[in-house]
């Protein structure tokens, strides 16, 4: 199978990124103040807001990342696309309407704000960036392997297309542009998996529906045949679950989306549109690597499992069609690298800028700079750092990744989150000691798993799925210290608790 | 000063001052709950307890429905093949059923912790402008 049309993925791609540039220069004439700088001043709808939302999140591990598992791997690979969605509905669950109320704009500020401690506010600032970091990594990887399949491009060339059309993007528009542009990448990305799919399956059924060619004994077909070659397929598949369903709520371009709902029945609508969102999507992918193992049952060498959703097309209809179907994949999948990398860069960046640049700036400068050039400077540094990291580290697939990603945030912000909405007991010490640990310990599992290689046996399945014992830890150790230590429970919890949990059309003071 | 034997001077009425009267109605239980007061950190607890109640059922059906499917497919291996008109029910599943029965979970939830609110609301008294 040769190289996939060069002509028709470039003019796609090139359309994707210029209609993103486009959209967001018009946005940049819409936002005037500070605030409609970031936030796009809250005027945004729950149905535009939900859009967004599936926009941001879709990224490259949904797009190209399912396909490829589950083409390798089958069956258990399914349980990335579920935990996806399911992790919307323990957010909502647990923390939706809490954090809307809190008024937090970013996760650092939630830690300030219910624990009343600067300290935290460190401690989630350097977390935010490395967990944001951690997930820009494979949308760059995801942009270069795209853009090297469709054009035959140099390795480096996609993840820096992304990149400068992300910073351009969000330190010129800011929030307003970006909310108008991730609510309009869900429909792209939606369409351009959705169509193509269609076309594949009438193809497919014109066929005789032919079944896939799994090769003897590997149980391709069924669960728990060993999560992605590793041993302890039960382990690994509920670690996997939990790390998915319990990582959502810490990611960080997540709590940012909330704070532009109205309030905290908004929020809850929004997430409730956001799982009918993802759940439609999520029907795609694994059509994907269903039909791949049926058409293209073996790879060529060197050919890597993430860019079979590109190269179907061209497997399984006439040349000039499979061509226009793969170059409105490639365009999708552009899509789904912009908006992640955006969403992402735009809270990596946010925090950056007010935790880590503004006072130092300020100190530099003698104040002779605007808030919105400190911010684009952040922008830049929130880039360019994963972008270099993409060149270096060795790629362990998309999914994986972004998987690790998950398994650190669920570690880390899913306790300080869940126990700070929750519980009044959360003292400062408690809460710090969470996030030392949880993030510790995952950090490590993750730091071992990409640059040591898979480990053998036990060890191997317990680093490279950490969640189901650091997630626990993370729990447990914050509550014990938060007993231990009751002096410092934060002064105004009461008071805090009331503004997270009541709803706005009572007249009550919130603190 | 006046005259105790007068009669009282004469007053037009010109409204039905209800506002006057609702005033000596006593205080709402919004000021209890900003002062912190005892009555205010009950109703607070409950309306704390009531939803976390409410999103504990939802995650432990989430987590019986889901995260019982490894185990059944572990103790009872035959469930690993079975098929549904020639779709294997483990993909018929995980690909699909999945997704619609997340979405009615999650309206559910939505509109029992509205009611919970709405309830609180009332309780508690004095929405804005109502």
Not at chain 1, 236 to 244: G, R
Request: aromatic share 8%.
């Amino acid at each position: 199978m040769g190289r996939l049309n060069t002509a028709y993925g470039v003019v796609a791609i090139a359309l994707v990124c210029l209609v993103t540039l486009a959209v967001g220069s018009f946005g940049l004439r819409l936002s005037r103040t500070t605030s409609d700088f970031y936030v796009a001043g809250r005027t945004v709808t729950p149905y535009r807001n939900a859009s967004a939302i599936g926009g941001e999140y879709l990224s490259a591990a949904s797009f190209l990342g399912i396909a490829g598992l589950v083409y390798t791997n089958g069956l258990d690979m399914l349980w990335f696309p579920v935990g996806y969605t399911v992790g919307y509905v323990v957010l909502l669950v647990l923390v939706a309407a809490p954090l809307r109320r809190s008024g937090a704009y970013t996760l650092p500020d939630f830690a300030e704000a219910r624990l009343e401690s600067l300290a935290i506010r460190r401690l989630s600032t350097i977390l935010v960036v490395g967990i944001g970091w951690l997930y820009l990594l494979p949308q760059l990887q995801g942009a270069s392997l795209a853009l090297e399949a469709v054009t035959g491009a140099p390795g480096w060339l996609g993840g820096l297309v992304v990149a400068v059309v992300v910073v351009a993007n969000v330190a010129a528009g800011g929030m307003r542009s970006i909310t108008l542009v991730q609510a309009l990448q869900y429909w792209v990305k939606l369409t351009a998996i959705a169509v193509p799919a269609f076309v594949l399956l009438g193809a497919w059924f014109s066929d005789g529906a032919p079944g896939p060619a799994i090769a003897r004994d590997t149980r391709w077909e069924e669960p728990l045949n060993g999560l992605a070659g590793q041993g302890h397929p039960v382990y690994a598949t509920y670690s996997l679950l939990l790390a998915l369903a319990l990582g959502t709520m810490g990611l960080p371009h997540v709590l940012v989306r909330f704070y532009t709902n109205p309030d905290g029945r908004a929020a809850r609508r929004t997430t409730l549109t956001v799982v009918a969102l993802l759940g439609t999507f999520y029907l795609f992918p694994p059509l994907y690597g269903l039909l791949g193992r049926v058409y293209l049952p073996q790879l060529p060498d060197g050919v890597a499992a993430d860019t079979l959703v590109l190269r179907l097309p061209m497997a399984m209809v006439s040349d000039g069609l499979g061509q226009v179907l793969a170059a409105v994949l490639a365009g999708g999948a552009f899509a789904a690298f912009l908006s992640t990398a955006s969403g992402l860069t735009m809270s990596v960046a946010g925090v950056i800028d007010q935790d880590l640049l503004r006072r130092r700036l300020g100190r530099l400068t003698g104040e002779d700079f605007s808030a919105a050039q400190g911010f684009r400077l952040a922008t830049v540094l929130a880039v360019v750092v994963p972008y270099v990291a993409s060149r270096v580290v060795e790629p362990v697939g998309l999914a994986t990744m972004v998987s690790l990603a998950f398994a650190v945030a669920a570690s880390t912000f899913c306790p300080l989150l869940v126990l700070g909405s929750w519980w009044r007991g959360l003292s400062t010490s408690g809460a710090a000691a969470g996030l030392v640990v949880g993030g510790t310990l995952a950090t490590a599992a993750v730091g071992i798993t990409v640059l040591a290689g898979p480990v053998p046996g036990w060890p191997g399945a317990l680093l490279g799925q950490p969640a189901a014992w650091s997630i626990p830890l993370a729990f447990a150790v914050s509550v014990i210290v938060s007993l231990a230590t009751p002096g410092r429970i934060p002064r105004h919890t009461a008071r805090t608790m009331v503004r997270l949990h009541t709803p706005e059309d009572l007249v009550l003071e919130r603190g | 000063m006046s005259d105790p034997g007068a009669p009282p001077r004469r007053v037009r009425v010109t409204s039905t001052r209800r506002e006057a009267t609702t005033r000596s109605v006593a205080q709402p239980l919004t000021r209890d709950i900003d002062e912190q007061s005892n009555l205010g950190e009950v109703y607070m607890a409950g309306l704390m307890q009531a939803q976390l109640r409410l999103a504990l059922m939802v995650l432990a059906f989430g987590a019986a429905g889901l995260g019982g499917l490894p185990l059944l497919f572990v103790m009872v291996p035959a469930t690993r093949t079975l098929e549904f008109r020639a779709v294997p029910l483990p993909w018929l599943v995980l690909a699909f059923v999945v997704y619609p029965v997340a979405v009615v979970v999650a309206r559910y939830y939505v509109r029992q912790s509205e009611r919970i609110e709405a309830e609180f609301s009332d309780v508690v008294g004095r929405r804005w402008g109502g």
